[in-house]
């Protein structure tokens, strides 16, 4: 059985750091990206990061660049967000996606940045 679980998320002031984690099982994913999206409330979910297998193709959404880095162990499953300089309007539940035809999701993981 297939489980995507993130980790990582909190509450932090403005101009701080959290790092997510993302662990994938019950199959290999080596051969896909994994991203991360996020979904703030009332909006819709958005793309945050992408990083292909084996750890080539990064991309990043505009709001990411110079903030947030994308990285992954391809022998444990498992990607990392690194999100520093945070802002409240990045308040969100942060979601990991893997898988052919970006198939699995997992739960989500509150970031919350307030003062």
């Known amino acids: 059985q297939v489980q995507v679980v993130e980790s990582g998320g909190g509450l932090v002031q403005p101009g701080g750091s959290l790092r997510l984690s993302c662990a994938a099982s019950?199959?290999?994913?080596?051969?896909?990206?994994m991203n991360w999206y996020r979904q703030a409330p009332g909006k819709e979910r958005e793309a945050v990061a992408s990083?292909?297998?084996?750890?080539?193709?990064?991309w990043y959404a505009d709001f990411a660049k110079g903030r947030f880095t994308i990285s992954r162990d391809t022998d444990r499953n498992t990607a990392y967000l690194q999100m520093n300089s945070l802002k409240p309007e990045d308040t969100a539940v942060y979601y990991c996606?893997?898988?052919?035809?970006?198939?699995?999701w997992g739960q989500g993981t509150q970031v919350t940045v307030s003062s």
């Open positions: 019950g199959s290999s994913f080596s051969n896909y990206a």
């Open positions: 990083i292909g297998s084996g750890g080539g193709s990064i």
């Open positions: 996606n893997t898988g052919p035809y970006y198939k699995y």
